[in-house]
Nanobody, 118 residues
Framework: QVQLVESGGGLVQAGGSLRLSCVASGRTLSNLRMGWFRQAPGKERAFVAGFRWSGGTSYYADSVKGRFTISRDNAKNTVYLQMNSLKPEDTAVYYC???????????WGQGTQVTVSS
């Protein structure tokens, strides 16, 4: 089991930046595949950014490429999502997720709200 706690959400104007954090406990983050998802009102949860198992390289949804950056600090057991050039359509609840066994993301945080005003 792993517990994930997100923080860093808030209200920001379009064009602004936010950095989300996800602290993991119960498991060593460096041994897990980690990712960020988001869910906007009335929409399904969607992938935003994550690390691949093989090589640990990062990959992104097309809608956030060039604006968002996922990173990790293994010493702090924390994953980050740096979000720049935010747009109103980025407004959503953002979730941190972990894939413990290579079978898909199966552990989720409680989410943090990001609201981008125009």
């Amino acid at each position: 089991q792993v517990q994930l706690v997100e923080s860093g959400g808030g209200l920001v104007q379009a064009g602004g930046s936010l950095r989300l954090s996800c602290v993991a406990s119960g498991r060593t983050l460096s041994n897990l595949r980690m990712g960020w998802f988001r869910q906007a009102p009335g929409k399904e949860r969607a992938f935003v950014a994550g690390f691949r198992w093989s090589g640990g390289t990062s990959y992104y949804a097309d809608s956030v490429k060039g604006r968002f950056t996922i990173s990790r600090d293994n010493a702090k057991n924390t994953v980050y999502l740096q979000m720049n050039s935010l747009k109103p359509e980025d407004t959503a609840v953002y979730y941190c997720a972990a894939d413990l066994y290579g079978t898909g993301y199966d552990s989720w945080g409680q989410g943090t709200q990001v609201t981008v005003s125009s």
